[in-house]
């Protein structure tokens, strides 16, 4: 059983930044994929992006490609999402996921998570 709980949400100007954080409890964090979703109103969840259980490979979404950086550190059970050049389309609230025995790529379809946090808000304005 994994519990994740999101932080650093918030209203930021186009072209800005925000590092969201999500700690995650249980002694097995190592051993998850872990990723970032998000949903804007009246979308479906989309995937952001995710990282490996050792942090050395990540995959993103094009729409995030190049502006959005994840990293995760095994030691706090923490994995962060740093958003840069922030767009008004990048409004929406956040999800930290976790999967277990999963691929990076399985890891981008939303109904192969094992675990959910409870979303934090980004807005984006201009």
């Known amino acids: 059983q994994v519990q994740l709980v999101e932080s650093g949400g918030g209203l930021v100007q186009a072209g800005g930044s925000l590092r969201l954080s999500c700690a995650a409890s249980?002694?097995?964090?190592?051993?998850?994929?872990m990723g970032w979703f998000r949903q804007a109103p009246g979308k479906e969840r989309e995937f952001v992006a995710t990282i490996s259980w050792s942090g050395g490979r990540t995959y993103y979404a094009d729409s995030v490609k190049g502006r959005f950086t994840i990293s995760r550190d095994n030691a706090k059970n923490t994995v962060y999402l740093q958003m840069n050049s922030l767009k008004l389309e990048d409004t929406a609230v956040y999800y930290c996921?976790?999967?277990?025995?999963?691929?990076?790529?399985?890891?981008?379809?939303?109904?192969?998570?094992?675990?959910w946090g409870q979303g934090t808000q980004v807005t984006v304005s201009s």
């Open positions: 249980g002694r097995t964090f190592s051993n998850y994929v």
């Open positions: 996921a976790a999967g277990l025995g999963v691929t990076m790529a399985t890891m981008s379809m939303a109904e192969k998570v094992n675990y």
